[in-house]
């Protein structure tokens, strides 16, 4: 029983490389099916879309999650459980729609500058119709993970991403860029009817709207308010100095790159937040997460060191059968994406705790050096590497921001825990 709980970590992440396994195999094709059709300009084009659509999604939800995990954890009375359901599904409804008011308001504008033309801000429009569904697929999906209901999350990652990749694949295939905004607009509509699928027995609808379960996570909205807006503007601010200092093709194989890099990561950052969140949530001394940091430390890492590996020897097998010759450079810039993730998926053995126990302070410290570090060095690098110094800048501002996050746990090691 003791080895069953011990390796608990591993369970989950074990379980959930199903989903993301099949996410891995679906995100290939799909990435194959865009640089066919599209090529690298195509690339770069959606990735602009997905960058915004990333801003936009994660405002929406700011805290939802964790305040959300956070609440139903340390709740037993059923019906106090679907009053705070749906008091977070009303307000962020409620934010939902904001936003969407704005992206029309402004679809215009935004997609000049975005693609450089209004031609797309219908898509905007789509978008932005459909976000509610996506505030509804997270309010089910963290219900689900606050009840350990790990098999029906991933039931929603593969049936939603099966779905996702069908819509791709015939909207791409008959409308081409069109239909690749298409079927990233209506990403959120698909998630929340399969979300809604698989999780209405876990809850009664009901009108209700507390508060109190609002004013507890504002610590949390605010952290991801910062990830929300810094995040997905790094990545527009630099992916837009490229197609300026260089062209389209160079920041859609920068983007090819990123894509890549996400399907490995997936595995780990998904796993890991299914497990951690609750986790370190539960734990009260700094004795328990350094126990828990040492079997970080001793799993998940050489767990990723052995998939890094396996994907610098057949990146040219990968590159092969996701990409087209056009994309041929990303065999260059994959090795110091591997280092960059790398240092990254070690950072995050600190970061679920600082965002698990609401460290406010230094969440936003941790988030703004990290994209001001990655932004500077982006910028700087690319004058004399081109594409290259941008993935360069991902390493260096990694491996730095780790130093300094060591630096603000150091505690941990000159200190001894009891």
């Not at 990435?31 to 879309?49: D, H, K, Q, W, Y």
């Not at 698909?190 to 609808?205: D, E, H, P, S, T």
Request: hydrophobic letters at 55%; proline letters at 2%.
């Amino acid at each position: 029983m003791n080895i069953l709980k011990r390796h608990k970590l591993l369970k989950i992440v074990s379980l959930n490389a199903l989903s993301v396994g099949a996410q891995f195999v679906l995100g290939i094709f799909s990435v194959r099916i865009v640089s066919e059709f599209l090529g690298p300009n195509g690339m770069a084009l959606t990735g602009n879309f997905r960058s915004f659509t990333s801003l936009f999604k994660s405002v929406s939800v700011m805290g939802l999650k964790e305040g959300l995990i956070n609440q139903v954890t340390t709740t037993a009375d059923k019906n106090e459980k679907d009053n705070i359901l749906f008091t977070f599904l009303s307000f962020f409804l409620m934010i939902a729609i904001g936003l969407a008011i704005i992206i029309c308001i402004f679809s215009n504008h935004i997609s000049i500058y975005l693609f450089k033309t209004a031609e797309y801000a219908k898509y905007l429009m789509y978008f932005a119709a459909l976000l509610p569904f996506f505030v509804l697929q997270t309010v089910l999906v963290s219900l689900l993970n606050a009840l350990q209901q790990f098999k029906k999350i991933i039931g929603i990652q593969i049936v939603t991403n099966f779905v996702l990749f069908l819509s791709s694949f015939y909207l791409i295939y008959h409308q081409l860029l069109a239909g690749a905004f298409l079927s990233i607009a209506i990403t959120d509509l698909i998630g929340g009817i399969v979300a809604l699928f698989f999780a209405n027995k876990y809850f009664k609808f009901k009108l209700h709207f507390q508060s109190s379960a609002i004013k507890t996570i504002s610590k949390f909205i605010i952290m991801a308010l910062v990830s929300a807006v810094v995040i997905p503007l790094t990545t527009i601010l630099l992916r837009n100095h490229v197609i300026e200092g260089a062209n389209l093709a160079s920041a859609g194989i920068w983007e090819a790159t990123s894509r890549i890099s996400g399907f490995y990561m997936l595995f780990f950052s998904t796993g890991l937040s299914l497990y951690y969140l609750p986790k370190l949530a539960m734990l009260q001394t700094a004795a328990e997460f350094k126990s828990e940091l040492a079997y970080y430390f001793k799993t998940i890492v050489p767990l990723f060191v052995g998939v890094g590996i396996l994907v610098y020897l057949f990146k040219d097998v990968i590159i092969s059968i996701a990409l087209t010759y056009e994309f041929t450079p990303v065999r260059e810039l994959l090795v110091w994406q591997l280092v960059g993730d790398l240092i990254r998926i070690m950072t995050l053995a600190f970061g679920f705790q600082i965002l698990a126990k609401a460290m406010v302070y230094k969440y936003i410290f941790i988030e703004l050096l990290f994209n001001g570090l990655y932004l500077l060095f982006g910028f700087l690098l690319f004058k004399s590497q081109k594409v290259e110094g941008i993935v360069q800048a991902y390493a260096i501002a990694n491996g730095i921001t780790l130093l300094v996050v060591l630096f603000l746990f150091r505690k941990l090691w000159l200190r001894p825990t009891i």
